[in-house]
């Protein structure tokens, strides 16, 4: 492929805030013309759905700007200048990455050069796009603290106990009952396990119809509109604690199912358990916290003290909800039973040069099959290359039939293809030779850690190097270990029946 030749990625974003904007097929269907226009290669498509451009949480866009540095394509092209972004700093930010990877902007409503005119009309165009964005926002904001002031419902899914009738709150009593119930039990010192089972047995559920969980009861404990407190843009979408200066509250808005007295009484009765709780965690390290998941159902496993005296590891799902059936695991027997296998079986000197022959194995045998699929590849590519080359003689010849543009367009399409996997392939490097000296280096700073440390956080930092996942049924415990090596890691699986002697393989 000639080094001047334009092989472009399409990126098209849809805002679903926005009807009248184009949609992602659109925004395609006008990019794939201009391309074919202007004799450009369309090798890569990137599309985020339902997505504003205000915000980097556009998946899509970011694997593009990432792609950028492989030299996979030297243009992407937008529909309009927005679809890239609704402000000036970011879009200043990107493209100026882009710049670097030698890849330029293309827009194909706004056809602009790199003439002092056209920065000057990029600017005010990019100005429009984020006046227009803020003022969307400012405009839906007004209508929104408008209901706020009334008391009227604003979306989103009302709390337990509360239907909305004609946009205001109205008590839906058999809801309110499960509510009440929560603030006495929970008054009179019952946890919220032993909540959760007076719930059950009584057949509540939640809101959306799903047994409670410790999350959903102390969401209902924290919501002061159960006093009849009306509340509107108090947090953000990610905290909802966060008091914003233009928080609207208004008193007695809203028809009340608990009164003020039992929620006063439950606030201060959980930061008298928090700090209690607070003190008992600290004296406590889970050195497998994160670590440990359930067979049974596939929750994470977490620390937990029962009955004020039994310290171990419980299905989370068990723990919030009563829906798991897996047993306690005693903490100091499932630590210690991992470590000694982590000891046995992958820190051991005597490991490390078995370890470092089955890993180079498996490294030759990734290289070779990496370089037998460049090459495929490229013999592939220069099939397609052929096709097409025997296509253009044939309309030369005058031998065009309709059905030639088609399969053009076909093996164009998988020719970029084709292009852009042998790029990504070529780029990634060979795994080095590892020796047995390289592993015992590791093995020996972090076995002296996790055998001698008085600190059990170090100690726990540690196992996060080696363990990936335990799991952990009624009568059997399997541990997946891995190591880290250079910039890569290695996986092992040890499988225990019990606390038997596991079984290693790679």
């Known amino acids: 492929m000639a080094e001047t030749e334009v092989r472009a990625a399409a990126y098209a974003r849809y805002s679903s805030d926005n009807q009248r904007e184009e949609s992602i097929e659109a925004q395609l269907r006008a990019i794939k013309d201009y391309c074919q226009k202007n004799n450009i290669q369309l090798v890569k498509i990137y599309t985020d759905e339902a997505k504003s451009a205000t915000t980097d949480d556009r998946p899509a866009f970011l694997q593009m700007i990432k792609d950028s540095s492989l030299g996979?394509?030297?243009?992407?092209?937008?529909?309009?200048?927005?679809?890239?972004?609704?402000?000036?700093?970011?879009?200043?930010?990107?493209?100026?990455?882009l710049k670097k990877n030698g890849v330029k902007l293309i827009s194909v409503l706004e056809q602009l050069d790199d003439s002092p005119e056209s920065i000057i009309l990029e600017s005010v165009l990019e100005g429009m796009a984020e006046y227009y964005s803020k003022?969307?926002?400012?405009?839906?904001?007004?209508?929104?603290?408008?209901?706020?002031?009334?008391?009227?419902f604003n979306g989103g899914i009302p709390p337990l106990g509360y239907d909305i009738v004609n946009g205001e709150y109205v008590i839906n009593e058999k809801e309110a009952e499960a509510v009440r119930l929560i603030f006495e039990l929970y008054a009179q010192g019952y946890g919220y396990r032993q909540i959760i089972d007076e719930?059950?047995?009584?057949?509540?559920?939640?809101?959306?119809?799903n047994p409670f969980s410790k999350n959903s009861i102390h969401e209902i404990l924290k919501n002061e509109k159960y006093t009849g407190k009306y509340i509107f843009n108090k947090g953000t979408k990610k905290n909802h604690r966060i008091v914003k200066e233009d928080v609207i509250v208004i008193d007695n808005a809203i028809p009340a199912i608990i009164d003020k007295d039992l929620f006063e009484q439950v606030q201060k009765k959980i930061e008298e358990r928090k700090i209690t709780r607070g003190a008992n965690s600290a004296k406590r390290v889970y050195l497998l916290s994160g670590l440990v998941y359930c067979g049974v159902c596939g929750s994470k496993m977490v620390g937990c003290l029962s009955r004020g005296k039994y310290v171990t590891y419980r299905c989370s799902k068990k723990d919030r909800t009563k829906q798991c059936t897996n047993r306690d695991i005693n903490k100091e027997k499932l630590e210690s039973f991992v470590i000694d296998e982590l000891n046995k079986r992958v820190l051991d000197p005597k490991v490390a040069p078995v370890l470092a022959r089955l890993l180079?194995?498996?490294?030759?045998?990734?290289?070779?099959?990496?370089?037998?699929e460049i090459t495929f590849l490229k013999k592939r590519y220069k099939e397609v290359?052929?096709?097409?080359?025997?296509?253009?003689?044939?309309?030369?010849?005058?031998?065009?039939?309709?059905i030639m543009k088609e399969k053009m367009n076909e093996l164009e399409a998988m020719r970029n293809e084709l292009a852009y996997r042998i790029k990504e392939l070529e780029n990634k490097k060979e795994t080095d030779f590892i020796t047995p000296e390289m592993i015992l280096?590791?093995?020996?700073?972090?076995?002296?850690?996790?055998?001698?440390?008085?600190?059990?956080?170090?100690?726990?930092?540690?196992?996060?190097?080696?363990?990936?996942?335990?799991?952990?049924?009624?009568?059997?415990?399997k541990c997946e270990f891995y190591f880290w090596i250079g910039d890569d890691f290695r996986s092992l699986l040890v499988a225990a029946s019990g606390f038997e002697p596991p079984t290693l393989r790679v």
Do not use: C, W
């Open 441 to 477: 280096k590791i093995f020996e700073k972090d076995r002296e850690i996790i055998n001698s440390s008085k600190d059990p956080h170090e100690i726990k930092e540690v196992l996060k190097n080696y363990i990936k996942k335990i799991i952990v049924t009624p009568d059997e415990i």
């Open 199 to 209: 719930l059950n047995l009584r057949g509540y559920k939640t809101k959306k119809g």
């Open 72 to 97: 996979l394509f030297n243009a992407v092209i937008v529909h309009k200048l927005d679809r890239f972004a609704r402000n000036r700093y970011d879009s200043a930010f990107y493209r100026r990455q």
């Open 385 to 402: 290359e052929e096709q097409m080359k025997n296509i253009v003689e044939a309309i030369a010849q005058g031998m065009f039939q309709p």
């Open 360 to 372: 180079n194995e498996e490294n030759q045998k990734l290289n070779k099959e990496r370089a037998e």
């Open 135 to 152: 003022n969307l926002a400012r405009e839906v904001m007004k209508g929104l603290k408008e209901n706020a002031f009334q008391a009227k």
